[in-house]
Protein backbone atom coordinates (compact mmCIF):
# COMPACT_ATOMS: atom_id res chain seq x y z
CA UNK A 1 0.00 0.00 0.00
CA UNK A 2 1.48 3.64 -1.03
CA UNK A 3 1.61 6.30 1.41
CA UNK A 4 -1.73 8.08 2.66
CA UNK A 5 -1.56 11.84 2.45
CA UNK A 6 -3.94 13.90 4.81
CA UNK A 7 -4.39 17.36 5.14
CA UNK A 8 -6.58 20.47 6.08
CA UNK A 9 -7.00 23.76 4.99
CA UNK A 10 -8.86 26.59 6.61
CA UNK A 11 -8.66 30.62 7.95
CA UNK A 12 -8.51 32.18 10.80
CA UNK A 13 -12.08 33.61 11.71
CA UNK A 14 -10.46 35.11 14.59
CA UNK A 15 -7.62 36.24 17.09
CA UNK A 16 -8.72 32.57 18.89
CA UNK A 17 -10.77 30.93 16.53
CA UNK A 18 -9.39 28.91 13.49
CA UNK A 19 -12.10 26.91 11.00
CA UNK A 20 -10.24 24.38 9.24
CA UNK A 21 -11.47 22.04 6.18
CA UNK A 22 -10.65 18.33 5.55
CA UNK A 23 -12.56 16.04 3.20
CA UNK A 24 -16.64 17.17 3.64
CA UNK A 25 -15.91 18.34 7.11
CA UNK A 26 -15.40 21.46 9.25
CA UNK A 27 -13.23 21.78 12.15
CA UNK A 28 -13.47 24.70 14.52
CA UNK A 29 -10.34 24.81 17.15
CA UNK A 30 -11.28 28.00 19.71
CA UNK A 31 -10.10 28.67 23.06
CA UNK A 32 -12.09 28.35 26.08
CA UNK A 33 -13.19 31.83 27.16
CA UNK A 34 -10.07 31.77 30.00
CA UNK A 35 -7.49 32.14 27.49
CA UNK A 36 -9.31 34.54 25.10
CA UNK A 37 -11.55 32.85 22.85
CA UNK A 38 -15.19 32.43 22.41
CA UNK A 39 -15.33 28.17 23.70
CA UNK A 40 -17.39 27.64 20.64
CA UNK A 41 -15.60 24.44 20.54
CA UNK A 42 -12.16 22.27 21.68
CA UNK A 43 -8.77 23.65 21.68
CA UNK A 44 -5.54 22.95 19.37
CA UNK A 45 -4.06 21.04 22.62
CA UNK A 46 -7.72 19.18 23.17
CA UNK A 47 -7.90 18.30 19.60
CA UNK A 48 -4.14 16.70 19.69
CA UNK A 49 -5.88 14.61 22.85
CA UNK A 50 -9.16 13.56 20.73
CA UNK A 51 -7.00 12.75 17.60
CA UNK A 52 -4.85 10.40 20.31
CA UNK A 53 -7.84 8.44 21.82
CA UNK A 54 -9.65 8.74 18.22
CA UNK A 55 -6.45 6.86 16.76
CA UNK A 56 -6.34 4.24 20.25
CA UNK A 57 -9.85 3.38 19.09
CA UNK A 58 -9.39 2.64 15.81
CA UNK A 59 -5.53 0.21 16.38
CA UNK A 60 -7.47 -1.21 19.41
CA UNK A 61 -10.39 -2.98 17.17
CA UNK A 62 -8.00 -3.98 14.58
CA UNK A 63 -5.85 -5.63 16.99
CA UNK A 64 -9.02 -6.89 19.17
CA UNK A 65 -10.31 -8.49 15.77
CA UNK A 66 -6.26 -10.20 14.94
CA UNK A 67 -6.27 -11.53 18.32
CA UNK A 68 -9.37 -13.31 18.00
CA UNK A 69 -11.59 -11.23 20.96
CA UNK A 70 -14.36 -8.76 20.80
CA UNK A 71 -14.61 -5.33 22.13
CA UNK A 72 -18.46 -4.52 23.24
CA UNK A 73 -17.24 -0.66 24.04
CA UNK A 74 -14.20 0.65 24.93
CA UNK A 75 -13.75 3.53 27.02
CA UNK A 76 -10.90 6.23 26.35
CA UNK A 77 -9.43 8.43 28.97
CA UNK A 78 -6.55 10.70 27.87
CA UNK A 79 -4.75 13.40 30.14
CA UNK A 80 -2.33 16.16 29.04
CA UNK A 81 -0.83 18.90 31.04
CA UNK A 82 1.20 21.78 29.76
CA UNK A 83 2.59 24.84 31.51
CA UNK A 84 1.03 28.16 29.49
CA UNK A 85 3.67 30.59 30.04
CA UNK A 86 5.26 29.79 26.79
CA UNK A 87 2.95 30.04 25.02
CA UNK A 88 1.76 33.52 26.15
CA UNK A 89 5.48 34.47 25.76
CA UNK A 90 5.70 34.72 29.63
CA UNK A 91 8.66 32.23 30.03
CA UNK A 92 11.19 30.57 28.25
CA UNK A 93 12.05 28.00 30.65
CA UNK A 94 9.63 25.35 29.89
CA UNK A 95 8.34 23.74 26.76
CA UNK A 96 5.63 25.03 25.06
CA UNK A 97 3.95 21.58 25.03
CA UNK A 98 2.75 18.87 27.17
CA UNK A 99 4.81 18.06 29.92
CA UNK A 100 3.67 14.26 29.54
CA UNK A 101 0.24 12.57 28.15
CA UNK A 102 -1.30 9.84 29.57
CA UNK A 103 -3.89 7.68 27.95
CA UNK A 104 -5.92 5.17 29.61
CA UNK A 105 -8.03 2.30 27.53
CA UNK A 106 -10.94 0.36 29.23
CA UNK A 107 -12.17 -2.60 27.29
CA UNK A 108 -15.37 -4.46 27.80
CA UNK A 109 -14.17 -7.38 26.73
CA UNK A 110 -14.10 -11.16 27.73
CA UNK A 111 -10.58 -11.57 26.78
CA UNK A 112 -8.25 -12.15 29.48
CA UNK A 113 -5.51 -10.42 31.52
CA UNK A 114 -2.79 -11.87 29.29
CA UNK A 115 -4.78 -10.81 26.22
CA UNK A 116 -5.21 -7.54 27.09
CA UNK A 117 -1.50 -6.87 27.78
CA UNK A 118 -0.68 -7.69 23.95
CA UNK A 119 -3.33 -6.15 22.83
CA UNK A 120 -1.93 -2.61 24.64
CA UNK A 121 1.65 -3.72 23.43
CA UNK A 122 0.27 -3.79 19.90
CA UNK A 123 -1.85 -0.90 19.73
CA UNK A 124 1.09 1.05 21.42
CA UNK A 125 3.51 -0.17 18.43
CA UNK A 126 1.10 0.28 15.78
CA UNK A 127 -0.87 3.69 16.63
CA UNK A 128 0.13 6.68 14.30
CA UNK A 129 -0.90 9.31 16.38
CA UNK A 130 1.49 8.05 19.70
CA UNK A 131 4.49 7.49 17.68
CA UNK A 132 3.95 11.04 16.15
CA UNK A 133 3.79 12.17 19.85
CA UNK A 134 7.00 10.22 20.95
CA UNK A 135 9.01 10.70 18.16
CA UNK A 136 10.88 13.39 16.08
CA UNK A 137 8.59 14.36 13.06
CA UNK A 138 10.40 16.55 10.80
CA UNK A 139 8.14 19.65 10.59
CA UNK A 140 8.13 22.42 7.98
CA UNK A 141 6.60 25.87 8.44
CA UNK A 142 6.71 28.80 6.17
CA UNK A 143 4.91 31.81 5.55
CA UNK A 144 3.72 33.41 2.45
CA UNK A 145 2.42 37.12 1.90
CA UNK A 146 -1.00 37.11 0.02
CA UNK A 147 -0.09 39.79 -2.32
CA UNK A 148 -3.94 39.86 -3.85
CA UNK A 149 -5.16 43.57 -4.26
CA UNK A 150 -7.98 44.60 -1.91
CA UNK A 151 -10.60 47.23 -3.78
Known sequence: MSDLKFSVQGKSASATQFKANTRQFTLVVDEPEALGGTDEDANP???????????A???GHIV????????????????????????????????AGFKAISLNLIPDTDA????????????EE?????????????VKIAVEKDYTLKA
Do not use: H, M
Open 57 to 59: NVI
Open 126 to 138: RCPVKDNLQNKTP
Open 45 to 55: VEYILAGFAGC
Open 64 to 95: AKELGFTIRSLKIEVYGELNPKRFLGASYNER
Open 112 to 123: SIETLAKWLQIV
